[in-house]
C-alpha cells in the first residue's frame, strides 16, 4: 500500500510534488525496519522512531542553512541537529548524464596550496556498493539550474577523490567564533558563497553534484558542527535510488544508488534504515569519550566514578552536563575528565581540521573539582604535522628561559582514524591514491588565557605584545643561527620553529600572581625601552603581565638551513588580514621569519583599530578598509598601498590615521609609523625577477632590511636575553 502510494506520486501525469513522497516512504521505513528485527531475531528492541519532515511549530535553529531538511532520523519527537541520527533529502527528476548545468562539490583543502596544478583526468567521486565492493558510476547526472548558497554561515565540503586546491573557506571578517583564516581555505566562515564560483577554484571540476545533495551535506554539516560527533550520514533519495553518504573530516564519500524497488532493493533499504536508525550513540558518530556526568551538588564534594555515565542517546548540546573522558596510559587509580562549560571556538567546514575549543572544569574522580577554568582543543591534523603539544613541549624544553610565554599543557593526547575506528577506515575502498588524506585527531589542554584587547591599559598591551614578539624570535631564529655560526651540538636543543599563523586571536596575556620571581626583566614601555639584562643577572620581580604566544598547531619545526620542510613548505597557512603581502598571491614564496614580522605589524594596526582597553573589548570591524583585509579578493590589494610611498599610500595613511583609537595615539606615532617606513624601504629594494641581481638577493630578509634586531630597533626596544646569544652569533637573525 505505502509502496504503491509512493509510486504515485512519482508518476509524472499527477500534480503532486516531492514533499508528497515523504509519508509513504516513512511508512515504507517503519515496515522494512521492523521485518530487519524480525529477520535478525531482534523482537525485543525498541522500534520507537522518529521522524521530522519540517511540520509543526517546532522550529530547527540551524547555522548553515535556512532550508528545512526533507526528513531527519532523531533521537526522540523534538527536532534537533545534535539528536539527530540522519538525514533524507528527496528527489523525484531524474536528470540525463548530458545536462549542461551543474553544480559541483567544492573541493576544501584546509590549507594546501600547490604553484603547479595537477593535471590529471578528472575523477568522479569515490563511491562504494553496499556489497563492499568498489564500482565507479557514470556521471550522477547533474542539476539543471545554477545553485548559489546565502547562508548565515555557508557550508564547505570535499569528495573523497578531491585534490588539493586554493578554495578556501573562512574568509569574511565576523565575530565570535567566525574568523578569518585563508587556510582551511580562507579557521572559517560565512558570507554569500556561489558554488559556481566555488567550480572555478576547485582543482577538479568534476564532482558534480545536485543541490539536494549539497543540501544534504549541509545537514551532515549542521550536526558535526552542534555537537562532538566525528562524522555523520544521510540518505539522497532520487526517485526510488537510493545513495547512502558518508562524511567526516577527512572526506565525503557515497555509496553505488541502489533502487529499493527492484528485486534486492528491499533488502538493501531495511538493512540501511535499521543500521541508521537503530545504532547506539557511537555508531551513529557521535565521540566515544563523551559521558554523562552528574556532579554533585556540593561544589567542594569529592567527584566520585559513580556520576560518569555512558550516553545512553546524544545530550541536546555538548554542554548538557557531558564530559570528555580520554583514555591514558597505565592502571591509574583516578579518572580524569573534562566537564564541558562552553564552546568558544567551532570549525566552520565540513572536511579540515574540524578545530574546536571549550571551556572546561579539569578535574580527577576522587578528588574535589577545580574552580579554575581549563581550555580543551580538539582538532584533525593532517598526518605529517607535528602534535602542536609535541611542539610546544619541544620549545619549553629547548629554551626554558621563555617558557611562561608558552601556553601550559596538562595533557596532549593523540588518536588515530583507526583507533577510533571510523568506518571509512574499513570500507575497504580501491584506487583512492591521494584522495583521502587520512587525518588524527589531537587533543590538547592548557590554562585559560585572556585575549590581547583585555590588557586592560596600554603599558600592559605593549608589554604583552612585545613578550610575543621576542618569544617568537628565540623560538624561530636561535638554532638556526647558532648552527650556521658555531657548529655547536648543543644548539640542537634548541627551539627552531616557525609559527606561520600569527593573528590577533594566537597573541594572548596572562596576570600571574606577584608572589614569585622571575628570569625575566621587565619592559619599560614608558620610555619604549628595556632593560638589557643577561640570563645571569638578577632576578626581578614578576611582571604584572606576560604576553603568550599560543595556537601552534600550523607551525613548522624548520631545517638546520632555516627552511620549512618540503612536507609544509607548499602549505599556505595563515589569517587573512594578517598574512604578509607575499602569501597572498597566486605564486606565493616559502614562508620566510619575516613574514610572521609583517603579520606582527598588521595585528598592531588592527589593534589600535578595533581594541578598547579600558573595556576589555574587541569592537566589531566597521571601515570597508578593514573589511577588505578580510576577503581573499580584496586583503592583497587592499593591504599594497600601506607598504608604498606616493598619492596611493598616503591616502591609506591618511585613511587608517582616522580609524585609530586615542588610546593608541602613542602607538601609532612611535611604533607602527616607523614600521611602516621600515617595510616600504624593505620592499622597495627588491629587483625585479627579470633583474641579474634578482637571484642572489636575500629574499628572506630583504637583504637584511627586514630581521628581528631590526624591528625592535625601530620600535626602541632592546631585545631581552640577547647578551649570551651575541656572543655566539656573527651574521644576522
Given at each position: 500500500?505505502?509502496?504503491?502510494?509512493?509510486?504515485?506520486?512519482?508518476?509524472?501525469?499527477?500534480?503532486?510534488?516531492?514533499?508528497?513522497?515523504?509519508?509513504?516512504?516513512?511508512?515504507?521505513?517503519?515496515?522494512?525496519?521492523?521485518?530487519?528485527?524480525?529477520?535478525?531475531?531482534?523482537?525485543?528492541?525498541?522500534?520507537?522512531?522518529?521522524?521530522?519532515?519540517?511540520?509543526?511549530?517546532?522550529?530547527?535553529?540551524?547555522?548553515?542553512?535556512?532550508?528545512?531538511?526533507?526528513?531527519?532520523?532523531?533521537?526522540?519527537?523534538?527536532?534537533?541537529?545534535?539528536?539527530?541520527?540522519?538525514?533524507?533529502?528527496?528527489?523525484?527528476?531524474?536528470?540525463?548524464?548530458?545536462?549542461?548545468?551543474?553544480?559541483?562539490?567544492?573541493?576544501?583543502?584546509?590549507?594546501?596550496?600547490?604553484?603547479?596544478?595537477?593535471?590529471?583526468?578528472?575523477?568522479?567521486?569515490?563511491?562504494?556498493?553496499?556489497?563492499?565492493?568498489?564500482?565507479?558510476?557514470?556521471?550522477?547526472?547533474?542539476?539543471?539550474?545554477?545553485?548559489?548558497?546565502?547562508?548565515?554561515?555557508?557550508?564547505?565540503?570535499?569528495?573523497?577523490?578531491?585534490?588539493?586546491?586554493?578554495?578556501?573557506?573562512?574568509?569574511?571578517?565576523?565575530?565570535?567564533?567566525?574568523?578569518?583564516?585563508?587556510?582551511?581555505?580562507?579557521?572559517?566562515?560565512?558570507?554569500?558563497?556561489?558554488?559556481?564560483?566555488?567550480?572555478?577554484?576547485?582543482?577538479?571540476?568534476?564532482?558534480?553534484?545536485?543541490?539536494?545533495?549539497?543540501?544534504?551535506?549541509?545537514?551532515?554539516?549542521?550536526?558535526?558542527?552542534?555537537?562532538?560527533?566525528?562524522?555523520?550520514?544521510?540518505?539522497?533519495?532520487?526517485?526510488?535510488?537510493?545513495?547512502?553518504?558518508?562524511?567526516?573530516?577527512?572526506?565525503?564519500?557515497?555509496?553505488?544508488?541502489?533502487?529499493?524497488?527492484?528485486?534486492?532493493?528491499?533488502?538493501?533499504?531495511?538493512?540501511?534504515?535499521?543500521?541508521?536508525n537503530q545504532c547506539d550513540v557511537r555508531h551513529a558518530g557521535f565521540n566515544p569519550y563523551l559521558y554523562r556526568i552528574k556532579l554533585p551538588e556540593d561544589k567542594d564534594a569529592i567527584v566520585p566514578e559513580s556520576v560518569i555515565h555512558p550516553l545512553e542517546e546524544p545530550p541536546s548540546s555538548d554542554l548538557a552536563e557531558t564530559c570528555l573522558v580520554f583514555p591514558e596510559p597505565g592502571n591509574l587509580k583516578s579518572r580524569r575528565f573534562f566537564v564541558l562549560c562552553d564552546l568558544i571556538y567551532a570549525y566552520r567546514g565540513l572536511v579540515g581540521r574540524d578545530s574546536m575549543v571549550y571551556e572546561t572544569h579539569a578535574g580527577l574522580t576522587g578528588s574535589r573539582l577545580p574552580k579554575e577554568i581549563s581550555i580543551l582543543k580538539l582538532s584533525w591534523q593532517y598526518l605529517f604535522r607535528k602534535h602542536e603539544g609535541e611542539i610546544i613541549t619541544h620549545l619549553q624544553n629547548a629554551i626554558p628561559a621563555w617558557k611562561d610565554h608558552l601556553p601550559e599543557l596538562s595533557l596532549s593526547a593523540t588518536f588515530s582514524a583507526e583507533e577510533l575506528d571510523l568506518p571509512w577506515v574499513r570500507m575497504m575502498l580501491e584506487d583512492i591514491g591521494n584522495r583521502i588524506k587520512s587525518r588524527r585527531l589531537d587533543v590538547i589542554a592548557s590554562r585559560k588565557y585572556e585575549n590581547l584587547w583585555k590588557a586592560g591599559s596600554i603599558e600592559q598591551f605593549k608589554q604583552a605584545f612585545i613578550d610575543c614578539v621576542e618569544c617568537k624570535f628565540h623560538y624561530a631564529c636561535v638554532r638556526c643561527q647558532l648552527i650556521r655560526n658555531t657548529g655547536h651540538y648543543h644548539a640542537y636543543t634548541t627551539g627552531r620553529v616557525l609559527h606561520r599563523d600569527l593573528s590577533d586571536n594566537n597573541l594572548m596575556l596572562w596576570h600571574p600572581k606577584l608572589d614569585g620571581p622571575t628570569d625575566e626583566p621587565p619592559f619599560d614601555s614608558t620610555s619604549g625601552n628595556a632593560t638589557h639584562l643577561s640570563m645571569q643577572g638578577d632576578a626581578p620581580d614578576r611582571p604584572s603581565v606576560l604576553g603568550i604566544l599560543n595556537d601552534w598547531d600550523m607551525a613548522s619545526e624548520l631545517t638546520d638551513e632555516g627552511e620549512v620542510p618540503n612536507s609544509a613548505a607548499l602549505h599556505r597557512t595563515g589569517t587573512l588580514p594578517f598574512m604578509a603581502i607575499d602569501l597572498l598571491g597566486t605564486s606565493p614564496p616559502p614562508h620566510y621569519y619575516r613574514h610572521d614580522l609583517e603579520s606582527f605589524f598588521y595585528i598592531l594596526i588592527w589593534a589600535a583599530i578595533h581594541y578598547d582597553l579600558k573595556n576589555k573589548t574587541r569592537r566589531p570591524t566597521t571601515s570597508t578598509m578593514m573589511l577588505s583585509w578580510g576577503a581573499e579578493a580584496t586583503a592583497q590589494n587592499s593591504k599594497l598601498p600601506l607598504l608604498v610611498t606616493g598619492a596611493r599610500g598616503g591616502d591609506c595613511k591618511q585613511g587608517i590615521t582616522k580609524l585609530i583609537r586615542k588610546e593608541f595615539n602613542d602607538v601609532f606615532v612611535q611604533w607602527i609609523l616607523p614600521l611602516r617606513t621600515l617595510f616600504i624601504t624593505a620592499f622597495r629594494s627588491i629587483p625585479d625577477s627579470d633583474q641579474p641581481e634578482f637571484s642572489s638577493y636575500d629574499h628572506a630578509t630583504c637583504d637584511g632590511q627586514i630581521t628581528f634586531q631590526s624591528f625592535m630597533t625601530t620600535l626602541g626596544v632592546i631585545p631581552r636575553f640577547l647578551g649570551k646569544l651575541e656572543k655566539t652569533r656573527s651574521g644576522r637573525t
Open positions: 500500500m505505502a509502496f504503491a502510494q509512493y509510486e504515485n506520486v512519482l508518476d509524472p501525469s499527477n500534480t503532486l510534488r516531492e514533499p508528497d513522497l515523504h509519508a509513504p516512504f516513512r511508512a515504507i521505513a517503519s515496515k522494512l525496519v521492523l521485518d530487519a528485527h524480525i529477520v535478525l531475531g531482534i523482537l525485543d528492541a525498541n522500534l520507537v522512531e522518529h521522524f521530522w519532515d519540517g511540520n509543526g511549530t517546532t522550529i530547527l535553529s540551524s547555522k548553515y542553512t535556512k532550508q528545512k531538511p526533507d526528513l531527519l532520523s532523531l533521537w526522540g519527537p523534538v527536532p534537533n541537529w545534535a539528536k539527530t541520527r540522519s538525514a533524507l533529502e528527496f528527489r523525484i527528476e531524474m536528470i540525463p548524464n548530458n545536462a549542461e548545468s551543474s553544480v559541483s562539490l567544492p573541493v576544501i583543502s584546509e590549507d594546501l596550496f600547490l604553484p603547479k596544478p595537477d593535471r590529471t583526468p578528472p575523477r568522479q567521486p569515490q563511491e562504494i556498493s553496499l556489497n563492499r565492493r568498489v564500482k565507479k558510476q557514470k556521471d550522477p547526472g547533474r542539476h539543471s539550474r545554477a545553485a548559489t548558497i546565502s547562508t548565515e554561515r555557508t557550508s564547505r565540503i570535499s569528495s573523497a577523490d578531491s585534490g588539493p586546491s586554493r578554495f578556501d573557506h573562512n574568509s569574511s571578517i565576523t565575530s565570535g567564533t567566525q574568523s578569518l583564516k585563508r587556510r582551511r581555505s580562507v579557521e572559517d566562515d560565512d558570507d554569500t558563497v556561489s558554488v559556481a564560483s566555488a567550480l572555478k577554484r576547485s582543482r577538479y571540476a568534476a564532482n558534480y553534484i545536485t543541490q539536494e545533495q549539497l543540501q544534504l551535506a549541509t545537514y551532515a554539516l549542521e550536526c558535526l558542527s552542534v555537537s562532538s560527533r566525528h562524522y555523520a550520514t544521510g540518505l539522497f533519495i532520487n526517485s526510488r535510488k537510493v545513495t547512502l553518504w558518508y562524511f567526516d573530516r577527512t572526506a565525503v564519500i557515497r555509496t553505488v544508488a541502489f533502487d529499493f524497488g527492484g528485486d534486492k532493493g528491499p533488502t538493501q533499504l531495511a538493512l540501511t534504515l535499521y543500521a541508521l
